[in-house]
Nanobody, 123 residues
Framework: QVQLVESGGGSVQAGGSLTLSCQLS????????MAWFRQTPGKEREGLAS???????SYADSVKGRFTVSKDRAKNTLLLQMNSLKPEDTAMYYC?????????????????WGQGTQVTVSS
C-alpha cells in the first residue's frame, strides 16, 4: 500500500524559504504523478505544483517563479522548495500521488494523500 508522509513545515518570516518533503513508501516516486496542494480553514484545497513520471513540472500562477517541485529518487521523496514566502502562503500543505492520470495540479482526485504539514509565514 502506497503511503505519503510530509515534513519540513514550520514558521518563517516573510521573504524566507522552506523546503517541504513528502516521503513515499510502498512504491517508487519515479512512476507517479505527484503534486502539492495547500488549504486554509474554510477554503477549498488549492493546487500548487505537479511533476509527472518524466519529471516534467507544472505550476499554478500563484507560486510560479517562487516554488520549485522536484523528485529525489535516491530518497524516494517529493520536494517543494519555497522561496520569497508571503503571509498569504500560510496554510496546511499536502502532497498527493497517483498513477495513470493526466498529471496536473489542477485536479484534486488523486487517490493517495499525505496527512499535511503546516506552514506559517509571519509579516
Amino acid at each position: 500500500q502506497v503511503q505519503l508522509v510530509e515534513s519540513g513545515g514550520g514558521s518563517v518570516q516573510a521573504g524566507g524559504s522552506l523546503t517541504l518533503s513528502c516521503q513515499l513508501s510502498g512504491s517508487n516516486v519515479s512512476s507517479y504523478c505527484m503534486a502539492w496542494f495547500r488549504q486554509t480553514p474554510g477554503k477549498e484545497r488549492e493546487g500548487l505544483a505537479s511533476i509527472d513520471e518524466y519529471t516534467f513540472p507544472s505550476y499554478a500562477d500563484s507560486v510560479k517563479g517562487r516554488f520549485t517541485v522536484s523528485k529525489d529518487r535516491a530518497k524516494n521523496t517529493l520536494l517543494l522548495q519555497m522561496n520569497s514566502l508571503k503571509p498569504e502562503d500560510t496554510a496546511m500543505y499536502y502532497c498527493a500521488a497517483d498513477l495513470g492520470i493526466r498529471c496536473t495540479w489542477s485536479r484534486v482526485d488523486f487517490r493517495t494523500w499525505g496527512q499535511g504539514t503546516q506552514v506559517t509565514v509571519s509579516s
